[in-house]
């Protein structure tokens, strides 16, 4: 396999992912391609849970992108056990935001860039966080979609979204949204998965893999 480290030789999930906020949830939905210049993998898992009750969903390069999920989730369930309760999400989609924001200023020869749609259900309900490549967070209270298909994905969501969508609608509405991007966008492709997190914890709701396109 070509090494990763590699300037030249780094596989990126050049991307299409969406988060949809619900009236009793909250969708997220990916595209599975993953590119090094060319189709690197067909099968790559873009939404990752946190734990039970947090997810999110990837973009960026795929080594640093594993790094940091392997860093969240260990720093936050030391952060459990430390204060003998569950993080809120305010706490870890922080968390995550500061590990992004110093991995990128880091001297190396291979930038760190990642990109992260969080979602969860705690204590407070529902959230969901933007966390853009530099670090930065910001709360969102309706819809976000990320990635190189993401002006696609948007364009589906602004003309339909509604507040208060049902989980069933939600489902529906990222599919259509990730497909139109397929259309689109040749670094997003091979596959859809949906994953919903409500106060019942994280679970897949949908999985596709496409081969041709499909009508959502």
Do not use: W
């Not at 409500?198 to 959502?216: D, H, P, R």
Request: with cysteine; net charge neutral.
């Amino acid at each position: 396999m070509a090494d990763l480290e590699h300037p030249k030789n780094i596989y990126k999930t050049g991307t299409t992912t969406v988060a949809i906020m619900c009236k009793d949830g909250i969708i997220l939905a990916a595209d599975r391609r993953a590119t090094a210049g060319y189709i690197a993998f067909k099968k790559a898992k873009k939404i990752v849970p946190i734990n039970d009750f947090m997810a999110v969903t990837t973009a960026g390069d795929v080594s640093e992108i594993q790094l940091v999920l392997k860093l969240i989730k260990a720093e936050s369930k030391l952060k459990d056990l430390q204060t003998n309760r569950l993080s809120s999400a305010t706490e870890v989609a922080n968390l995550l935001s500061s590990l992004v924001y110093s991995n990128l200023r880091k001297m190396s020869m291979v930038p760190a860039i990642t990109a992260f749609l969080f979602a969860a259900h705690d204590h407070d309900g529902l959230h969901l966080f933007e966390i853009g490549p530099d670090g930065s967070m910001f709360p969102v209270d309706d819809y976000a979609a990320d990635g190189s298909g993401s002006v696609f994905a948007l364009g589906v969501l602004e003309s339909t979204y509604k507040k208060n969508l049902s989980i069933e609608d939600g489902i529906k509405l990222a599919i259509k949204a990730v497909n139109t991007a397929l259309q689109r966008d040749i670094y997003s492709g091979n596959g859809i998965d949906v994953v919903s997190i409500t106060e019942k914890g994280v679970k897949t709701v949908f999985e596709k893999e496409l081969i041709a396109s499909i009508e959502a």
